[in-house]
């Protein structure tokens, strides 16, 4: 006969060890005054807080369609994902997107495409991969202001500013031995050339309000440091200033001291256990005027081409630079626009979403202001922002891009998916983080492939959409090769029209003379 006592004896140890712990929650719950819907549903209340924890990862995964995420959708990482490991990245039954939707991109190809010949298959330095595309910039960096060392980068894709720091040594790693095998340069972002930038790709150093490795102790810059970096350094072959960045434009950045670890501390020479604050502006000089003599000094001394970047809104200073450059013959070598849109500093939302213009507004005011004093063909225009898919590569090329510049993309090649929780130093995948049980999971042998992978993928796909639309070269685009759909009563403008002006074309010469010249990059 089964009695109370024999019933409860029956009953499992760690059923009441469970009991007895969701008891104990129960009476937390009860008693604490901080949440709300905890203290009037007991223990169930936790899986509101779950749920909302995991659900990014929930409309990642379930909810979101394939076009419907930001700031990239699933398509578009997908693509990136399967050119990155040499999968089936084709999509079939047509396109899935709405081609009536403002903005939408058509790029017009010609009635008989540009017939290929050998020139166009740049063999890599094993001679084995008959159709790696390395599209060289068709502009030599430098030669207007005849700088010592003049640089025609090997490609037109490149990897843009993300720091030491910022990224883990592993992703940077990654990144640097992929750009040397494929032959993009590698911008080190402002937080100074680390031994991870060292395996062998060409480098642009970015140089930030903090001057990190080219610092004193209280933070102003050094000009002797800078010119002993770059000449221990041959591989750094320019130098980018930069003004702001499109996460957070006219704002400095923050570096905590909790992630500053000792390399970190020696390579940005800032103090161990203290929060490094950047600010938004420059020490080294205070106007525009001033900005042109240091740019001058450095190019000077380093024998480097020196550019700037920049985000955009007030065109004041735009208007100004531009003018003393036409009455002096000096300045920036390069100009770096960097869209709104653009993502991997950490930013407050209300400068992400709202603080600068995106890229196509951006880079075409800057370039007409460029332009009017014809300027457009004696420096080199670089765009960023969301351009590492083919179709916004060639719109940028199209609006006088000579170069473009890609981040997210390139940490989605290496393993990024989009978790969005770069500002925590908890990125799951180990890219965006110095912790060192998460960077673990990367290796770069593998991730360095991936990322060589993409970057062929991706100039294959521009050279061929270039060729498509009659062209050797993407320097060729003009404004009224790509239209953009209004949105309304299915109309379509040029880029022409819609932006009011037509990009300045570059001489070409020839697919074969940019492979021979003396001033491409890299190192075979």
Known sequence: MLTVASFFSSIPIWIYVLAGLLLIVALRDILQRKHTIQHNFPVVGHFRY???????????????????????????????????????NYQGFGTDQNMQEPGYVFVKPTMLPFK??????????????????TIPSAKVIGEYHRRKRPY?????????????????????ESLNKGSFQFGNYHNTGEGGLSPYHRFGADVVFNMGTSYFGV????????????????????????????LSQGA??????????????????????????KDVVSPAYHSAFSNVSEMIDFIEEMAEKTGLPVGIKSAVGKTDMWEQLADLMVETGKGPDFITIDGGEGGTGAAPPSFADHVALPLVFAFSTIYKIF????????????ASGKLGLPAQAVM???????????AREAMMSIGCIQAQICHTNRCPTGIATNNKWLEAGIDPALKSQRFNNYMKTLAKEIIEITHATGYEHPCQFGMNDVDISMGDHNSIISMANNYGYLKTIVPYPGFKALLECPHLGGRA
């Open 116 to 133: 290929l010949d050998s020139t166009h298959h740049h063999h890599v330095k094993n001679g084995n991969d008959p159709h790696h595309y």
């Open 396 to 406: 940028a090329f199209a609006m006088g891009a000579d170069i473009i510049n890609v």
């Open 50 to 88: 779950l749920l909302e924890t995991i659900g990014p990862e929930l409309r990642q995964y379930i909810v979101a369609n394939n076009r419907e995420e930001l700031p990239f959708n699933r398509r578009q990482r997908s693509w990136i994902y399967a050119s990155s490991k040499k999968e089936n």
């Open 248 to 273: 957070k434009p006219g704002k400095g950045g923050v570096l905590p001291a909790s992630k500053i670890t000792a390399e970190i501390a020696e390579i940005r020479h800032v103090p161990m256990g």
């Open 215 to 242: 610092r004193d102790d209280e933070g102003n810059f050094v000009m002797e440091k800078l010119v002993k970096m770059t000449e221990n350094n041959p591989f750094v072959r320019m130098i980018e200033l930069k």
């Open 152 to 172: 025609r980068p090997r490609s037109v894709v490149n990897v843009s500013a993300m720091s030491f720091g910022s990224l883990s040594s592993r992703a940077i």
């Open 371 to 382: 332009q009017k004093r014809n300027l457009t063909d004696k420096i080199t225009f670089i």
